[in-house]
């Protein structure tokens, strides 16, 4: 039996989470089994916490470690306990965006015109494509809106994204403010976090990430930026990978969100290591990588308007 669909998602609903009895907290005799945040709430804490650059990665409104992460940087930016929890304090503090989390969206022609395109698994036949664009037009406005797609459905039940001049609801993250020059970048193994900071040491912003794996491990040290490389070609060598294919060929594959390295390539001074995007959203925070950091296109997008040649990287256990 196919698994049951999650409830829809209202914008009404949405919209009022955490403004009222839901960010109160639970009475001391019943803390322990104080109910766990609607989906709503979950989501509407998200997108505030996107729009205060304290990303959980894919907006899915889901509780989870990417989650929990994010609430825990955004608490100790605004000197809270940092518990990771939705609690009364961290709402009043969310509170003080007061947009709406989720808004109404007319699709563009651009939004659904494609090319879309399936993508091969071998990099042999990954450069054999003119690009690595997206899959569908719901991918595409997953980027767009940093929300997984099937959160994008849920909140838009019975459409297809496939209709210029269709309005839907999306998560509001693309009237945020640019975030200032960073002057040091700290990317911490043990929580799989990135952080901005300023020259006074001020957190600017943080992200989720994937950071090493046993058989490429972070390369901890003080390194710099080299250089960045938007919409980059990807160059593959099997010689720098240990779980490469047998039979795996240098290739050049071409640009776009579903390459290797996403949408960006931020150089560092560690020979062959750099601070990346990826194709797979879903996985930054959960999944190892080859020894580079990976984020999401979305925040290394963020990431490489905030930094520059010569920008400090401090890689740390």
């Not at 997108?47 to 304290?54: G, K, N, S």
């Not at 965006?97 to 090319?115: C, E, F, I, M, N």
């Not at 912003?205 to 003080?222: M, N, R, V, W």
Request: proline share 8%.
């Amino acid at each position: 039996m196919a698994a049951k669909a999650p409830p829809a998602l209202t914008a009404e609903a949405v919209n009022n989470a955490g403004k009222g009895p839901e960010a109160r907290p639970a009475k001391p005799a019943n803390a322990a089994k104080a109910a766990k945040p609607s989906a709503a709430a979950l989501l509407r804490a998200q997108v505030l916490l996107d729009r205060a650059h304290f990303s959980a990665g894919e907006i899915d409104a889901a509780s989870g470690s990417n989650m929990r992460l994010a609430l825990s940087g955004f608490q100790k930016k605004a000197g809270l306990e940092p518990s990771g929890t939705l609690d009364e304090a961290t709402w009043a503090a969310l509170n003080a965006d007061s947009a709406d989390a989720v808004v109404a969206y007319t699709l563009l022609d651009t939004d659904v015109a494609g090319p879309f395109d399936s993508i091969p698994d071998s990099m042999a036949d990954k450069a054999k494509m003119s690009s690595l664009g997206y899959t569908s037009a719901a991918e595409a406005l997953g980027e767009k809106f940093h929300a997984s797609p099937a959160l994008l459905a849920r909140l838009n039940p019975g459409k297809d994204f496939s209709q210029a001049g269709d309005t839907i609801l999306v998560p509001n993250v693309l009237d945020t403010e640019p975030l200032p020059k960073a002057a040091k970048i700290v990317v911490d193994r043990s929580d799989r976090s990135l952080t901005l900071l300023d020259a006074a040491g001020t957190v600017l912003a943080q992200f989720p990430s994937s950071t090493g794996s046993e058989h490429d491990p972070l390369p901890i040290g003080a390194w710099k930026v080299n250089g960045i490389a938007r919409n980059p070609v990807y160059h593959y060598n099997p010689k720098l990978f240990w779980d490469a294919s047998p039979g795996d060929k240098k290739a050049k594959l071409p640009a776009g969100p579903n390459n290797p390295v996403g949408v960006a390539w931020v150089d560092l001074s560690k020979d062959h290591y750099g601070i990346h995007g990826t194709p797979l959203p879903a996985s930054i925070g959960k999944t190892q990588s080859h020894g580079c950091i990976r984020l999401t296109n979305w925040d290394v997008a963020t990431l490489t308007g905030s930094v520059g040649y010569g920008t400090e990287v401090l890689l740390q256990e």
